[in-house]
């Protein structure tokens, strides 16, 4: 039997300059750990304190304008109604498939899944070059059994 225990995915269409922006190479393995790292365990603990100011405060402009931190919690209700927490991947390394890459529009394309058990922590995360770094423009998350 399949389980998801929930979807929530934000997938935003970008401003048309945010491509002359954007930076034209995928960070390097430790950088992009720490940002796929940091970006989940900043929403993840948005979804278990129902907090959602940091994670919104981490968010791309665009993404900060379209949805401010109420309607977050609105988005990611079901996380937080299931006690789903994913703190776990703190300790592990993620799988990327496909690698990461920078699309032609500019923006880092991140997507794969933790080994965590009995659950695989699957994500998919879109980035923009923001104040000099990669700042979130489009999050999809789920768990589910290992295929």
């Keep these: 039997m399949r389980a998801i225990a929930g979807i929530a995915g934000l997938l935003l269409t970008l401003l048309a300059a945010s491509g ?11 950088a ?14 948005a979804n278990v304190t129902g907090n959602y100011a940091v994670f919104h405060a981490k968010l791309s402009k665009p993404f ?6 109420d309607r977050l919690k609105q988005i990611f209700r ?6 789903i927490d994913i703190d776990v991947v703190a300790a592990l390394k993620p799988v ?5 890459a920078i699309d032609k529009d500019g923006k880092l394309l991140v997507n794969g899944y933790f080994p965590t058990e009995p659950m695989r922590v699957i994500f998919a ?4 070059p923001s104040d000099g770094e990669w700042k979130l423009i489009g999050l999809n998350v789920k768990t589910d059994k290992p295929s």
């Design 20 to 30: 002359a922006l954007a930076q034209n190479k995928v960070p390097s393995e430790r």
């Design 32 to 45: 992009l750990e720490a940002l796929v790292k940091s970006t989940l365990l900043t929403w993840n603990d």
């Design 64 to 69: 900060r304008d379209q949805f401010p931190p």
């Design 78 to 83: 079901k996380f937080a109604d299931q006690d």
């Design 96 to 100: 990327y498939e496909p690698a990461p």
């Design 125 to 128: 995360l879109e980035f923009i």
